[in-house]
């Protein structure tokens, strides 16, 4: 059965950084896509980043841009969001999602999914 566990979440006063990950199991890694997306309360989920399968593109959506970084460690089967200069805004649940599409910004388009690490920022 595919697993997808984020770690790394937590609360963090504005101007912080937090590093999330996500390993996943069962799952054939390196065919796949990876992204986050993170859903507030009363929000729809919304998409962060995404990166190919070979690392080589990657897309982040322009509230994030120049402030988070996603890669990923196929030999380790995890996907990394380095997020830095968090504002309040950025407060959420954060999930990681797997696409074997390729890269794409809807979460229909994402197979699988984790449970969710909260990411609190404070002002």
Do not use: H
């Not at 984020?6 to 390993?23: D, K, P």
């Not at 994402?110 to 990411?119: A, F, L, P």
């Amino acid at each position: 059965q595919v697993q997808l566990v984020e770690s790394g979440g937590g609360l963090v006063q504005a101007g912080g950084s937090l590093r999330l990950s996500c390993a996943a199991s069962e799952l054939s890694f390196s065919s796949f896509a990876m992204g986050w997306f993170r859903q507030a309360p009363g929000k729809e989920r919304e998409f962060v980043a995404a990166v190919s399968r070979t690392a080589i593109i990657t897309s982040y959506s322009n509230s994030v841009k120049g402030r988070f970084t996603i890669s990923r460690d196929n030999a380790k089967n995890t996907v990394y969001l380095q997020m830095d200069s968090l504002i309040p805004d950025d407060t959420a649940v954060y999930y990681c999602a797997a696409n074997p599409y390729g890269l794409g910004k809807a979460p229909n388009q994402y197979n699988y999914w984790g449970q969710g690490t909260q990411v609190t920022v404070s002002s």
